[in-house]
């Protein structure tokens, strides 16, 4: 079965320092991989994707992510957040030509002065 | 702007009713989903339809239904057979199976 881990609930970080949130997908065919970011109360905004080619996408406010199809991971990685980067981050699998999207749980980022 | 747009963003209900949920896209997807937001537990798909007339039980579709009788809308309702319906719903759309999900905003349920 399909389905998506985030391994942290939780990460708090110092502002300026580096941070990484860790995402393993489970799949025997190839899928598209995602990050959203949510803030309190909304909806949910695509940090960036990958469909195919380069294994490191970059996405917006200075987010990038690396595609590892052998460990199966999707790690979303920023060099250094701010304040406003404090929000929950969801790693998300789409299947190819399928309509189901899997969501992991979610890891919430706590940046802190 | 395309978007989606989900209406009211809080709603509140006494316990036994039926309530029903606005979704709206003008982004011309065939694909749209509900999904259930609790605290801790990430999203949860209720109800998703490829087409106009055609809709798919999610994992936890019980106590809930929709209907998609144009492309446009997709609206959720939250049955008196829903158990614990107090959560934070959200819908999206995509083009099917090839793109990323567009979300709405959300509504805020609270059931008292």
């Known amino acids: 079965a399909q389905s998506v881990t985030q391994l942290d609930s939780q990460v708090p970080v110092f502002e300026e320092a580096p941070v990484e949130l860790r995402c393993n997908y489970s799949?025997?065919?190839?899928?598209?991989l995602f990050w959203y970011v949510q803030y309190p109360n909304q909806g949910l905004q695509l940090l960036l994707k990958?469909?195919?080619?380069?294994?490191l996408v970059k996405g917006i406010n200075g987010f990038e992510a690396e595609f590892n199809k052998s460990q199966t991971s999707f790690h979303l990685r920023k060099p250094s957040v701010h304040i406003s980067d404090t929000a929950e981050y969801f790693c998300?699998?789409?299947?190819?030509?399928?309509?189901?999207?899997?969501f992991g749980s979610g890891t919430k980022l706590n940046v802190k002065p | 702007d395309g978007g989606i747009t989900q209406s009211p963003k809080y709603l509140f209900r006494k316990e036994g009713q039926n309530v029903t949920l606005s979704c709206e896209q003008n982004?011309?997807?065939?694909?749209m989903y509900w999904y259930r937001q609790d605290p801790g537990q990430g999203l949860r798909l209720i109800y998703y339809?490829?087409?106009?007339?055609?809709?798919q039980k999610g994992d936890i579709a019980e106590g809930y239904s929709v209907s998609r009788e144009k492309k446009e809308s997709f609206p959720l309702t939250v049955t008196s057979a829903q158990k614990n319906p107090t959560a934070f719903y959200l819908c999206?759309?995509?083009?099917?199976?090839?793109?990323?999900?567009?979300f709405g905003q959300g509504t805020r349920l609270t059931v008292v």
């Open positions: 982004l011309n997807h065939d694909a």
């Open positions: 339809s490829q087409i106009v007339n055609d809709f």
């Open positions: 999206a759309s995509s083009i099917e199976g090839v793109t990323e999900a567009f």
């Open positions: 998300a699998a789409l299947k190819y030509n399928f309509n189901k999207f899997y």
């Open positions: 799949s025997s065919v190839s899928v598209y």
């Open positions: 990958y469909l195919s080619g380069s294994t």
